[in-house]
């Protein structure tokens, strides 16, 4: 583009100087003398139009210029000017858009299509390189050409000479293959290299430029290449897309492979052919690059050459354990070696001495092994599948050793090396390892197992060695191994009950004090020891199962001079009971109309519902006595608290559900006649937690359930049940009347009663709760077939009984 501009650029300057020279063929005017500051915009469209009319080309306009006497000076004057101009527009276009459209048109390059490729095109070794992200093959168009670069139509030439005489041309290649020189005529550069073209000029220069042939020149000469044109090819055959693409002059065959998504599942990666002018110019193989990095073939493209890739000959599939898996074409004197060489070699895993070789034989399909030997001899055929094998997990000379050695593990099996000498290497034996056996596992021929047993000891004094074989594992045990873990245990009032590893010397004070000591409710002259009986006692049948033993200690852990020489053995259980006096602290709570209100103390054992009154100062004048209630703690075991976790955790339809470790429930009490008869059965014994609750006078009478309004109504002394159930709108449809029911402020309840007389609906007092139950739904299709299966089993039974009696 900036290459495009400057050309712009230059072109306007010598039609201003070509519009020089004409007018002074009338005026006179040395357009050397032309002032380029002073031009307005008007003017220099008017120079533009000339230069059409005039139908002048670029390098006539140069040469006419220089020739004309035009300074460096002017040509950045107008190039200042240009820039300037262009930034105006006219009938909606931009002066800059509207002279390059003019005066150097440029054509748009073919950009990269996207396509679906089929999952075998996938396969193919080759494909993602010309289609990866990352590779693009976009050709370079900042950096100098290379000497080999051939010159094609509309290529741009840069000629400097310098020195004794000074001039610069800047010319384009023409249709007829030539550049034209002023002064000097055509030069046909057409096809040739740049090198070459490099030397023609220069050699046509010394002929108006006698300071270039001389043995001592004071005149020199550059030439360089300027915008170069771009060109067209067509790349046909077994492509993803096949088409015409516009390409940078500088383009290879690769770029244009790559613009055509590369060969199809069809094509060949081997034998792509470019065509120029009807002739084969050479055959490329992609593999040469993708393999070895060889890019001698990728050749620059010229225009309307044809890229023609051809079907594929030989593919052969790679699977197994190879680096690269996949698809591959073997050109035809290539064999198993080089295809191994395409893959990129075995992996790591991989079985290297003998390959898998299936060939389709165009009616049967035939196996053959090749053995490494055989690699570079075997060729392949189309449609081959070669298969690479995994080692086999079989070691040819280990042996290993576990336990009571220091260094376990897996160890070189040398030529007869020795058991001895591999407890040596394995740094010898720990301090607890069981001398008496120890086992050698070993592998018989037929794969089936063998244990060779020996004795510890006398491997180690000399007695006895054995050779070790292929994978024999030697196991030697520690005493610890070899029998049960000897443990003792502790329960009951210490900080930290449990399982305490078993020491020699062991005594009951030293576990209480591993324990953390005694807790305060612990009866320290109460401790009992239980044990299992011995192995003699065991191998008899006895009633016995324990050995008992009673001891007292004191709170600093010290026995009496006799108990002290106990000694605890494995599995003993220490149990430490609680003191027959001691209670947990309990505490009731009392609320509501008494005098003072709030938690108290429970001091004794038998302490009554009246006493925990009586402490509290008496009810007040306000106490409503018969609406007293008590809420009773009940806490969960650990145990069931445990359980009812994991029934939650199983049932999706209890998910979320919070499960309480404690809760309260309601009990009935009568505080009047508590009250009344202190230490009478209704007086019952309070619990830790117990909450009493002494409200004030109630007013209220509820009513809910199945009425038509459930409300709330003043408590009225002359109004019965059935007066507050009409006052919340009566009796629903579907209210069950004969099991009405009354909730007591207390917690108590009473039902309806029914009778010859009718219905005796429970006595209303204030702040109870009138509960009218609901009748269920019936489904009467299951009505009607109950009542048909009643029917027909009567019918049934009289039948029976009428044959009976006959």
């Given at each position: ?399 290993s050793i576990d336990g009571a050695v220091y260094r376990p593990g897996n160890y070189e099996l040398t030529e007869g090396l020795q058991l001895s000498e591999l407890i040596q290497k394995a740094e010898g034996l720990k301090e607890e390892a069981f ?93 009992e020891v239980s044990r299992v009986l011995d192995y003699d006692e065991t191998s008899e049948l006895t009633k016995s199962l324990l050995h008992t033993f009673q001891f007292s200690l004191d709170r600093n852990l010290k026995l009496n001079p006799q ?244």
């Open positions: 583009m900036i290459g495009s501009i400057k050309k712009m650029f230059l072109t306007c300057l010598f039609a201003l100087l070509v519009l020089g020279a004409a007018n002074s063929q009338n005026t006179n005017i040395n357009p050397a003398s032309v002032n380029v500051e002073a031009m307005s915009d008007a003017q220099i469209e008017k120079l533009i139009a000339e230069m059409e009319k005039n139908g002048m080309s670029m390098e006539g306009a140069m040469a006419l210029a220089r020739a004309r006497g035009a300074s460096q000076l002017q040509i950045d004057q107008m190039v200042k000017k240009i820039s300037e101009y262009k930034s105006g527009k006219r009938n909606g276009v931009t002066k800059d858009d509207e002279l390059e459209e003019i005066l150097v048109p440029e054509e748009k390059l073919s950009e990269k299509v996207a396509f679906k490729a089929t999952d075998k095109n996938k396969e193919i070794f080759g494909f993602q390189f010309f289609n990866s992200k990352n590779l693009s093959f976009e050709p370079t168009m900042d950096v100098p050409v290379s000497e080999s670069y051939a010159l094609g139509i509309g290529d741009e030439v840069n000629i400097a000479v310098y020195g004794a005489s000074q001039q610069n041309y800047q010319l384009t290649v023409q249709k007829n293959g030539a550049i034209s020189i002023p002064d000097l005529g055509p030069v046909h550069v057409y096809g040739i290299s740049f090198k070459d073209a490099q030397q023609k000029i220069k050699n046509r220069l010394i002929s108006i430029y006698n300071g270039m042939g001389d043995d001592r020149p004071n005149t020199f000469s550059d030439v360089s290449m300027g915008n170069l044109k771009g060109v067209k090819v067509n790349v046909i055959g077994e492509v993803n897309l096949p088409g015409t693409y516009s390409l940078p002059a500088t383009a290879s065959a690769f770029n244009a492979l790559y613009l055509a998504g590369g060969p199809n599942e069809n094509g060949s990666f081997r034998s792509i052919d470019v065509l120029r002018d009807g002739k084969l110019v050479c055959s490329v193989d992609v593999y040469a690059y993708l393999i070895d990095g060889k890019t001698q073939n990728n050749i620059q493209l010229r225009d309307q050459d044809v890229v023609l890739v051809r079907p594929y000959a030989k593919r052969v599939r790679v699977e197994g354990e190879f680096k690269r898996t996949g698809l591959f074409e073997a050109q035809s004197d290539e064999t198993v070696a080089d295809l191994l060489r395409f893959a990129g070699g075995f992996t790591d895993k991989a079985y290297t001495h003998r390959l898998e070789l299936y060939r389709n034989n165009t009616r049967t399909l035939t196996f053959k092994g090749v053995s490494s030997d055989q690699y570079d001899q075997v060729q392949l055929m189309n449609g081959d599948r070669l298969v690479a094998g995994m080692l086999t997990e079989r070691f040819e000379n280990r042996v001398m008496e056996r120890a086992v050698i596992t070993r592998k018989q021929e037929d794969l089936s197992l063998k244990a060779v047993s020996f004795s510890v000891r006398d491997v180690v004094n000399g007695k006895i060695d054995f050779e070790l074989q292929r994978e024999d594992r030697v196991q030697i045990s520690s005493i610890f191994d070899m029998r049960e873990a000897r443990t003792v245990e502790i329960v009951g009032e210490v900080q930290f009950a449990g399982t305490f590893a078993w020491a020699e010397n062991l005594r009951i004070g030293d576990l209480i004090f591993q324990a953390g000591g005694f807790k305060e409710e612990a009866e320290v002259a109460g401790i108990d002290d020489s106990f000694l605890l053995q494995p599995f003993d259980k220490v149990y430490v009971r609680r003191a027959p006096g001691y209670r947990p602290q309990g505490v009731a709570n009392i609320q509501g109309e008494v005098k003072y209100a709030g938690d108290f103390g429970i001091t004794r054992k038998d302490e009554k519902i009246s006493d925990i009154i009586r402490r509290a100062g008496g009810i007040t004048p306000e106490a409503y006595v018969r609406g007293a209630s008590l809420r009773r703690r009940i806490e969960m075991s650990e145990a069931e608290y445990q359980a009812k976790l994991a029934i939650v955790a199983q049932d999706t339809t209890m998910m979320g559900q919070e499960i309480e470790k404690v809760s309260y429930q309601i009990v009935g009490i009568d505080l009047a006649t508590i009250l009344a008869n202190p230490g009478a059965v209704q007086d019952l014994q309070l619990q830790g937690g117990d909450q009493i609750l002494v409200p004030s006078k109630l007013e209220t009478v509820m009513v809910s359930g199945s009425v038509l309004s459930p409300v709330a109504h003043t408590f009225t002394q002359q109004k019965k049940l059935k007066d507050y159930v009409n006052g919340s709108g009566g009796f629903s449809e579907r209210a069950k009347k004969g099991k009405v029911y009354v909730l007591y402020a207390n917690g108590t309840t009473q039902a309806t009663k029914g009778g010859l007389f009718g219905r005796r609906f429970p006595k209303v007092e204030p702040g109870c709760e009138i509960i009218v139950p609901e009748k269920p739904e019936v489904d009467k299709a299951a009505s009607a077939s109950k009542w048909l299966a009643i029917a027909s089993t009567l019918a049934a039974l009289i039948t029976a009984m009428a044959v009976a009696t006959r």
